[in-house]
């Protein structure tokens, strides 16, 4: 059994959902792009009240629209009733490596976003994904040209150039937007 690992080398990768059947089986919601990937990257981790605790996954399969798992830990529907909404976690070297133009969430999380006009528009504070595009939400700070908050769209005509080494991204996205 693996040591449990530093909150800070870990990624979220999904959730816990409603109980399904009488056997322990929950819902798991993916937050990775192929969805059913979260089941190749091991081990997971549980987020609880008490710490993160380690969760193996017996049996998967696809349902429907969604996923459903069946776990070690969880023995029955009655534990199951109360692992609705635990999110799950790996550490991040376990996470396959990314294409040269490809980046985790995570990892932009924190960065500083500069428009061609060399104006600093905030940090970004959250990713997420509409139907059309992924959208960074660019939060103002003491720092930023104002008090703007700005959602941006990850889209190659938008995002010109990022910056791993100095965390920022370069933005085509005039401040009167």
């Known amino acids: 059994m693996s040591s449990t690992p530093n909150a800070s080398d870990l990624m979220k990768i999904g959730q816990l959902k409603k109980p399904y059947g009488i056997k322990g089986w929950l819902w798991v919601f993916s937050d990775t792009?192929?969805?059913?990937?979260?089941?190749d990257m091991k081990p997971w981790w549980m987020k609880t009240a008490t710490g993160m605790k380690p969760l193996t996954v017996k049996?998967?399969?696809?349902?429907?629209?969604?996923?459903?798992?069946?776990?070690?830990?969880?023995?029955?529907?009655?534990?199951?009733?109360?692992?609705?909404?635990?999110?799950?976690?790996?550490?991040?070297?376990?996470?396959?490596?990314?294409?040269?133009?490809?980046?985790?969430?995570?990892?932009?999380?924190?960065?500083?976003?500069?428009?061609?006009?060399?104006?600093?528009?905030?940090?970004?504070?959250?990713m997420f994904e509409t139907g059309a595009h992924d959208i960074m939400r660019v939060a103002a700070n003491s720092d930023s040209l104002d008090n703007e908050e700005r959602l941006i769209p990850w889209h190659k005509q938008t995002v010109i150039e990022v910056d791993t080494?100095?965390?920022?991204?370069?933005v085509a996205w005039p401040s009167d937007y």
């Open 59 to 126: 049996a998967w399969r696809e349902q429907g629209t969604g996923l459903v798992a069946q776990f070690e830990q969880i023995p029955d529907r009655n534990v199951a009733e109360t692992m609705n909404g635990v999110t799950v976690w790996v550490e991040q070297n376990v996470l396959p490596e990314t294409a040269e133009d490809e980046y985790y969430w995570s990892d932009l999380v924190g960065m500083r976003v500069m428009n061609e006009q060399n104006e600093y528009l905030g940090n970004i504070t959250e």
């Open 33 to 39: 792009d192929d969805r059913t990937a979260i089941f």
């Open 165 to 170: 080494t100095e965390k920022t991204v370069l």
